[in-house]
């Protein structure tokens, strides 16, 4: 997903923080939210690489974000969510993969029982299989 929503959220944030802070009993939420504003911009700026290394951090202050400034929780959220899916999708091609060797190993296994293949043969296409 695009990191432009994380930044958004923490401007957002910002912005609403500091528009919070102009009374004493605003700026007790405000300051949570210039802070989660801030840390949230930041990490929008951060290349891919690291920004799955906080993605810990972003669900902290999504869920801060959540309960003081609804919106930027949500975009947060958001971003947070389509982060797990991407991930998510690349560990469901490396199971489909793990499925395909075992299925590959149990038709070989098969052609052995059955004695269509030899010893060898079985034992140079097993090896293949699980280079792959």
């Not at 990490?43 to 799955?52: H, K, N, Q, Y």
């Not at 947060?76 to 490396?94: E, T």
């Amino acid at each position: 997903m695009d990191k432009s929503v994380l930044k958004i959220a923490g401007i957002f944030a910002i912005v609403l923080g500091i528009l919070a802070c102009f009374t004493l009993i605003g700026a007790i939420i405000g300051i949570p939210m210039i802070i989660g504003g801030y840390k949230i911009k930041n990490i929008s700026a951060l290349p891919d690489e690291e920004i799955e290394k906080q993605k810990d951090t972003i669900l902290i202050w999504t869920i801060v974000l959540l309960f003081i400034c609804q919106l930027s929780g949500i975009l947060c959220l958001v971003y947070y969510l389509s982060m797990g899916n991407y991930s998510s999708s690349s560990n469901s091609s490396n199971s489909k993969t793990n499925d395909s060797k075992y299925d590959d190993l149990e038709k070989l296994d098969k052609l052995y029982k059955d004695k269509v293949i030899t010893k060898e043969e079985f034992e140079a296409e097993k090896k293949r299989i699980l280079n792959q």
